[in-house]
Structures are given as structure tokens and as C-alpha cells.
């Protein structure tokens, strides 16, 4: 299979690569200097000139408290960039395969989101997100939409990298305990992607909405927790800092998030056969592959 990968230096997009590499696909990884998918004649050129079989978007706006200050930025790329792949892909009758995420659901549930659980994203990249998936569905009807959370890898910025360098910085992080939702290792949703890829060039197209995550929820406390624990066990830190749960309403952010956002990964595990890793060892999976970026 001919692969194009948008979003190509991003943490998923690097994972996809690592993924892919050897494998007998051929990937043409293309990151935002190499094709900005807001740029309609850019991304026709890009899959006549490619003529993929396959087209993987991982290329988002992903900053979620930026976005409350610039919609406009936020909405040119994940909507106007998602449609724009959505309509050369059906132009050629490529897959598409799209990221989405956990952020189209308003965080009122208590159980794992399905996936025809009605959406009511609460912040502008939410939003945004959701009305990328609305772009997608109509424009091409070869379409897989993965929605997934909480995203973390030796890649780009997370949540992991971010609290490894605070937990040296300070004695004492307040973290918050009032939000609840699944860590997903990027290398996990790259080999999710791959089974897609791999299961359509048998020809097997089971297309639609999929939940993938990682298969634990937690607080943004307890992932930091479990963070540090791991990190102080394999030698990453020198210290373990002193951890305090504190609530959302005590670190005011300008996007408002989903207090509870565990998806059910039911339907993909039916479809694709793939799990994500436990969470300490992808934890640990992550550290190690920080090592050596
Ligand atoms: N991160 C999370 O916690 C999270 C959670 C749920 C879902 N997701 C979804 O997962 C997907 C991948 O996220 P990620 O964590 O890998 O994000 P990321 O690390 O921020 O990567 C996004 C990539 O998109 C690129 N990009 C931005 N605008 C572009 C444009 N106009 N044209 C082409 N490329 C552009 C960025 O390029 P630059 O490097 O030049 O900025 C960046 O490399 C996204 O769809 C995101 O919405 C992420």
C-alpha cells in the first residue's frame, strides 16, 4: 500500500513512522513544511502527485487552552484541513484515516463512551474536532475516524515530558484529581493505525467511528503518580517530588475539558484485534524511548 501521513513530525505522526518503518508499505511522510493541509491546491497536488492508497491525518491543532484565543487558527486546521483531505481522498477513492479525540464529549458520563454517544464538545479545539469528523463523514465515504486521549511519547509536548520537568524543578506539584481519562502511548495508536492499514490491503474495509485509548482511567494526579514511580524505579529522576491532588477549579485553565472521558475500545479491539500495552509498561516503553530522541 502507497501511504501519505500528514502531521508527520508530530507525536503520533513520529510513531507512525517508527511503526511503518520496515514494513512493506511504502509511507510518504509529509509534515506541515512539506504540505500545510489548510492549503486546498497544496493537498490536491499532494495526492495526485502520490496517489496513495491509504491517507493518514495526523496533523491537528492540538493546543487546547491556545485555542480559546484563536478559533480562526484552530478552525482552519481541523476543520478546513480535515475536508480538504477528505475531498482528495474521495477525489482518488483513497481511505482516509483520521485522528479525533476524546474532547467532542462534555464529561458527564460515569461509564466508557461509545461511539454513537452524542457529542457536546465544551471548548473551541473540541469543537473544532467534531466539526473536522462532521467534514469527513460527508465529503468521503472511505473514511475511519479513531478517537483517542490523553496522548503522551518520547515525542513533541505531553503531559509526561511536562511533569518530568517540573517534578526536577520543584518540590511540590499540585495536580489535578477532578478530570478522568485514559493515557494512550502514541507508539499504541500507530500500531492501531497499522492494523488498519495492514487489514485493508487484505481488503477488508470496516470503516466508521472507533474509540482507541489506553485501557486505563485515571486522574491527571494518579498518571503523574504513576509517572514519577516509574521514572524513579528505571533511573529516569533522582527524586520522587511530593505530589498534592488539587481540583480543576483550583488551576482555572482558559478551555474548559471533560471532567470524564473513558472510552469504550470494544468495537476497534472486534475490528482491528489490537489492545494498547498496560500503562506502567508503556510508561516505561516511553522513558526508555526517551533515552535516545
Ligand atoms: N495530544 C493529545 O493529548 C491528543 C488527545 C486526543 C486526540 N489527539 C489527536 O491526535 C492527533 C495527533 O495529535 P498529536 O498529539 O500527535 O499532536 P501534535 O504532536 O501537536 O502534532 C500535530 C502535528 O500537526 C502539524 N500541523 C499543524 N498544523 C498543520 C497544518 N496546517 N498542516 C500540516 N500539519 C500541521 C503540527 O506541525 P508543527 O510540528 O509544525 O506544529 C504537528 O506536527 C490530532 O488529531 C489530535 O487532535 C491528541
Request: charged letters at 20%; hydrophobic letters at 40%.
Amino acid at each position: 500500500m502507497r501511504v501519505l501521513l500528514t502531521g508527520a513530525n508530530g507525536q503520533v505522526g513520529r510513531c507512525v513512522q517508527d511503526v511503518f518503518a520496515g514494513s512493506i508499505h511504502d509511507l510518504k511522510p509529509m509534515d506541515r513544511g512539506a504540505l500545510d493541509i489548510t492549503d486546498s491546491a497544496a493537498v490536491s497536488r499532494a495526492v495526485k502527485a502520490v496517489r496513495p492508497d491509504i491517507i493518514i491525518n495526523a496533523a491537528a491543532y492540538t493546543a487546547v487552552d491556545k485555542a480559546e484565543s484563536e478559533p480562526e487558527r484552530a478552525y482552519a486546521i481541523n476543520v478546513t484541513g480535515s475536508a480538504n483531505l477528505a475531498e482528495a481522498a474521495s477525489e482518488i477513492g483513497a481511505l482516509l484515516i483520521h485522528i479525533s479525540t476524546d474532547y467532542v464529549f462534555d464529561g458527564k458520563a460515569s461509564i466508557p463512551y461509545v461511539e454513537d454517544h452524542p457529542t457536546n464538545p465544551q471548548c473551541v479545539y473540541g469543537r473544532t474536532k467534531l466539526q473536522g469528523e462532521a467534514e469527513i463523514q460527508i465529503r468521503c465515504n472511505k473514511h475511519i475516524i479513531l478517537r483517542t486521549a490523553w496522548v503522551f511519547s518520547e515525542y513533541g509536548n505531553n503531559f509526561l515530558k511536562t511533569m518530568l520537568r517540573l517534578g526536577q524543578e520543584r518540590d511540590e506539584l499540585g495536580i489535578v484529581d477532578d478530570q478522568r481519562g485514559c493515557p494512550t502511548y502514541a507508539r499504541d495508536i500507530a500500531r492501531a493505525v497499522f492494523s488498519i492499514c495492514e487489514q485493508y490491503s487484505y481488503g477488508r474495509e470496516e470503516l466508521g467511528i472507533y474509540h482507541f485509548c489506553g485501557n486505563e482511567e485515571v486522574s491527571w494526579y494518579q498518571f503523574a503518580d504513576l509517572i514519577f514511580q516509574c521514572a524513579f524505579r528505571v533511573g529516569s529522576i533522582k527524586k520522587v517530588p511530593a505530589t498534592k491532588p488539587i481540583l480543576t477549579q483550583d488551576y482555572p485553565t482558559p478551555a474548559l475539558r471533560p471532567a470524564y472521558s473513558g472510552m469504550s475500545v470494544i468495537r476497534f479491539k472486534s475490528s482491528y484485534g489490537v489492545v494498547p500495552n498496560s500503562l506502567s509498561k508503556n510508561i516505561e516503553d516511553c522513558l526508555a524511548g526517551l533515552g535516545h530522541v
